[in-house]
């Protein structure tokens, strides 16, 4: 894995939260974008060389949603960027980890991610994401 690529944080309130997060960071987020599939709506802002993604559920099923229900607003989960998310994936999956879907999927901002479940990672949801070309 590269970097830190984005920090997934559970909102309730997009328009709301993009206001409070450009506040704190002194610039407004660069871009929304709806995933469908995933029942999600989301922004992204820049802070220096990793993003923050705000997450808020267009459905009732939206795991969003269905997050924070159970454990309301706030860190949802952590991005890595990795160069071939086939080869990590095959890799973590021979470590023991449980990974969420069997091949990468189309996510927000260009990329093809994939889960880890938060109960191979001490809690944590985390995703890998690599850049499309
Ligand atoms: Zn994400």
């Given at each position: 894995m590269k970097k830190i690529e984005h920090i997934g944080i559970a909102v309730k309130d997009l328009e709301k939260s993009n206001k409070l997060f450009a506040s704190l960071f002194g610039k407004p987020h660069y871009k929304t974008e709806e995933v469908k599939s995933e029942g999600v709506k989301t922004s992204f802002f820049d802070v220096g060389p990793n993003k923050i993604e705000l997450l808020e559920a267009?459905?009732?099923?939206?795991p969003i949603a269905k997050f924070i229900e159970k454990k309301g607003e706030g860190v949802h989960h952590i991005a890595f960027a990795v160069d071939n998310i086939e080869t990590e994936m095959k890799r973590l999956k021979e470590e023991g980890f449980i990974l969420l879907n069997d091949q990468a999927k189309l996510g927000a901002d260009n990329k093809l991610v994939a889960f880890l479940h938060p109960k191979s990672c001490n809690g944590v949801l985390i995703e890998l994401c690599q850049e499309r070309d």
């Open positions: 267009t459905t009732a099923d939206s």
